[in-house]
């Protein structure tokens, strides 16, 4: 063997293993960032969605100074870049209520990162509940079932059809949500829900068709398990138990509705039901819409039953059950 070629072997044998060694370590270093992540990925997602709020402000900002750009009136131009910038204040500080709201429900949820295991073969055929399968008590997913609520003027009308939609492998039962106020529909939802062979309720999406006058005005809040990162979440726990504190949806921006078990033996009436002692009573609320607060009443074989707004009083009731 050439001793020139051989040195110079060396020498690349040594680079190369300086350059592996670089890479592993870089590697490393990696692996321990990532999880650094994973140890707060509950606060990082929150700072992340932060950012992302910010620049969304900032985008709607110039988009609004871009249409005023398009008045022929010099003073309506004015109004409106000052209208544009009111906005974005407006945005920058929801984004600060959210960002806290986020955090706080770090501390109730972890910082574990949300990545709830979805196996089809744990789930059971949504046409068999009701049936051959035992529903969950407080979300009764039986087929051909309706409930009709009351808030004010508002009508809704929620019924589970036979119908069903695979989503992640799952097959998911496909229930109806219509609200209709003073005659007029106003909103029209497509829910899917599909229970776990435990008796817990997953939710995996909506398509919220949102009217004004009769005419379609947007889709705001829909989203589907698996479509841009969304995830199921729990709809309803099989056994619930005081402070239990889960997801029920996740879209970052879009949904992102959590539970709080507050009680198992509230009391509640209501036209088409009543409960004494034996209700189930949650607190529902969501860090993108700062102000929802609800506490929700189930009754144990009958269901949903009660929405009671703290902050106003107002009512959402039961008046009727179709089976």
Same mark, same amino acid.
């Given at each position: 063997?050439?001793?020139?070629?051989?040195?110079?072997?060396?020498?690349?044998? *040594?680079?190369?293993?300086?350059?592996?060694?670089?890479?592993?370590?870089?590697?490393?270093?990696?692996? &321990?960032?990532?999880?650094?992540?994973?140890?707060?990925?509950?606060?990082?997602?929150?700072?992340?969605?932060?950012?992302? #709020?910010?620049? @969304?402000?900032?985008?709607?900002?110039?988009?609004?100074?871009?249409?005023?750009?398009?008045? !022929?009136?010099?003073?309506?131009?004015?109004?409106?870049?000052?209208?544009?910038?009111?906005?974005?204040?407006?945005?920058?500080?929801? #984004?600060?209520?959210?960002?806290?709201?986020?955090?706080?429900?770090?501390?109730?949820?972890?910082?574990?990162?949300?990545?709830?295991?979805?196996?089809?073969?744990?789930?059971?055929?949504? %046409?068999?509940?009701?049936?051959?399968?035992?529903?969950? $008590?407080?979300?009764?997913?039986?087929? *051909?079932?309706?409930?009709?609520?009351?808030?004010?003027?508002?009508?809704?009308?929620?019924?589970?059809?036979?119908?069903?939609?695979?989503?992640?492998?799952?097959?998911?039962?496909?229930?109806?949500?219509?609200?209709?106020?003073?005659?007029?529909?106003?909103?029209?939802? %497509?829910?899917?829900?599909?229970?776990?062979?435990?008796?817990?309720?997953?939710?995996?999406?909506?398509?919220?068709?949102?009217?004004?006058?009769?005419?379609?005005?947007?889709?705001?809040?829909?989203? &589907?398990?698996?479509?841009?990162? /969304?995830?199921?979440?729990?709809?309803?726990?099989?056994?619930?138990?005081? @402070?239990?504190?889960?997801?029920?949806?996740?879209?970052?921006?879009? /949904? @992102?509705?959590?539970?709080?078990?507050?009680?198992?033996?509230?009391? /509640?009436?209501? $036209?088409? !039901?009543? #409960?004494?002692?034996?209700?189930?009573?949650?607190?529902?609320?969501?860090?993108?819409?700062?102000?929802?607060?609800?506490?929700?009443?189930?009754? $144990?074989?009958? *269901?949903?039953?009660?929405?009671?707004?703290?902050?106003?009083?107002?009512?959402?009731?039961?008046?009727?059950?179709?089976?």
């Amino acid at each position: 063997m050439n001793v020139r070629n051989s040195k110079k072997s060396v020498l690349r044998l *040594g680079a190369l293993t300086a350059a592996m060694l670089s890479a592993l370590a870089g590697s490393a270093n990696a692996d &321990v960032q990532t999880a650094k992540r994973h140890v707060r990925a509950c606060s990082q997602t929150a700072h992340a969605a932060f950012s992302a #709020c910010g620049y @969304e402000a900032i985008d709607d900002l110039y988009l609004a100074r871009a249409n005023c750009l398009n008045l !022929a009136d010099q003073n309506a131009v004015a109004q409106c870049n000052s209208d544009a910038s009111e906005a974005r204040q407006d945005q920058h500080q929801e #984004c600060d209520v959210q960002h806290a709201g986020r955090l706080d429900l770090c501390e109730d949820l972890g910082e574990a990162p949300y990545a709830p295991p979805i196996d089809p073969t744990n789930f059971v055929d949504p %046409t068999e509940i009701g049936a051959s399968v035992t529903p969950n $008590p407080y979300f009764l997913l039986v087929p *051909g079932r309706t409930m009709v609520y009351q808030d004010g003027s508002e009508i809704i009308t929620v019924e589970v059809t036979d119908e069903t939609r695979e989503i992640l492998g799952v097959t998911c039962a496909v229930v109806r949500d219509i609200v209709i106020d003073d005659g007029v529909i106003i909103e029209d939802t %497509t829910d899917w829900y599909a229970q776990d062979l435990a008796g817990n309720v997953w939710y995996f999406g909506e398509i919220a068709q949102n009217f004004e006058d009769g005419i379609l005005v947007d889709v705001e809040g829909s989203w &589907v398990a698996g479509v841009d990162s /969304a995830k199921p979440g729990i709809a309803m726990l099989a056994h619930p138990a005081v @402070e239990d504190t889960y997801r029920q949806e996740f879209a970052l921006g879009t /949904a @992102e509705d959590t539970a709080e078990v507050l009680s198992i033996t509230a009391s /509640a009436t209501v $036209p088409a !039901a009543n #409960c004494v002692n034996t209700c189930l009573q949650t607190e529902d609320s969501s860090p993108i819409i700062p102000d929802l607060l609800e506490h929700k009443f189930y009754q $144990p074989g009958v *269901g949903f039953i009660l929405e009671i707004k703290p902050e106003t009083g107002e009512r959402l009731e039961l008046v009727e059950i179709r089976e």
